[in-house]
């Protein structure tokens, strides 16, 4: 049950659902998790120096018996300690996830770096150097795109950002920037609407595709898959964490499953429009004057 890829704006792709190593596993013994993702059927695992867990992500990589070919590996830069570079810090993460390289190495959030520019001429002499294959950033709006595409020599192939129904309205100038400059957006915090926010404006439109979907396919439906498939819709990969088997497979199967109409995207785009509800982050809105 192969998942889908996105192509990059730097030739490579990316798979479109990933097993994330935050949120419930931040600071947390992570092996075990990835280990029974990878082996579920998940190839592409995000990481992050801010999680705290690198060490056992890679633990975890490792124990699935999964070659590394065969794997796709985010992390995420954090701030830099005092008296180390950019590279001093993927070093240390390369050798937490027991690997010669990763496939996307992020800025994690601008806030922590006083001098954007300088730290993506950083990431771009990683990419340069084979320590990753791709650079991107997480959490950028469309001013802090404005200071690192100045002079860059690497456009960003990806923004990491929450992303989901409830955001949607006010995310729309990333978006546009994105399609801009060919920067796919990944999605953390996607199946928000549910876990967070149930019984929401957008409940009825998920149930709606989630009922057309399962009588087409024979199958149960989800809300969650349904979100997922928005996602999907709109070639944004989804990142997603659960230490439950039978959630692994859910969100797996969603590759077996066809397509949302555009009138069930637009429906979902609409009602998510109406309530905003941004989780993680929060900064972003006050910059935004959301």
């Not at 065969?70 to 070093?91: A, F, M």
């Not at 100038?173 to 920067?183: G, S, T, V």
């Amino acid at each position: 049950m192969a998942t889908p890829s996105i192509q990059l704006n730097d030739g490579t792709s990316i798979p479109w659902l990933a097993f994330g190593s935050g949120t419930a596993l931040y600071s947390k013994d992570a092996t075990k998790q990835i280990t029974d993702a990878i082996k579920a059927g998940f190839r592409h695992i995000d990481a992050a120096q801010a999680y705290s867990n690198e060490e056992t992500v890679g633990d975890g990589i490792v124990q699935s018996g999964v070659p590394r070919s065969e794997l796709y590996i985010t992390t995420k830069l954090g701030k830099v300690p005092d008296g180390k570079t950019v590279k001093d810090t993927l070093q240390e993460s390369l050798k937490k996830l027991q690997t010669d390289y990763v496939d996307l190495f992020l800025i994690h959030t601008p806030v922590q770096h006083a001098d954007l520019k300088s730290t993506w001429k950083e990431l771009e002499e990683l990419k340069a150097e084979g320590l990753t294959r791709s650079i991107g950033v997480s959490n950028f709006l469309p001013k802090h795109f404005d200071i690192i595409l100045e002079g860059a020599t690497v456009v960003p192939a990806v923004n990491q950002i929450e992303y989901h129904p409830y955001v949607f309205k006010a995310s729309q100038p990333q978006i546009d920037l994105h399609k801009q400059h060919k920067i796919v957006a990944t999605s953390y915090g996607g199946l928000t609407p549910i876990t967070r926010f149930p019984g929401g404006p957008i409940d009825p439109a998920l149930d709606k595709a989630a009922k057309r979907l399962a009588e087409g396919s024979g199958k149960s439906v989800t809300q969650g898959q349904v979100l997922q498939l928005w996602l999907r819709k709109k070639d944004i990969p989804c990142i997603t964490v659960t230490s439950k088997a039978e959630r692994l497979k859910e969100y797996l199967s969603v590759a077996e499953l066809p397509e949302l109409t555009e009138e069930e995207e637009r429906a979902i785009d609409e009602s998510g429009s109406t309530a905003h509800h941004r989780v993680f982050s929060s900064w972003i809105d006050k910059e935004s004057n959301l």
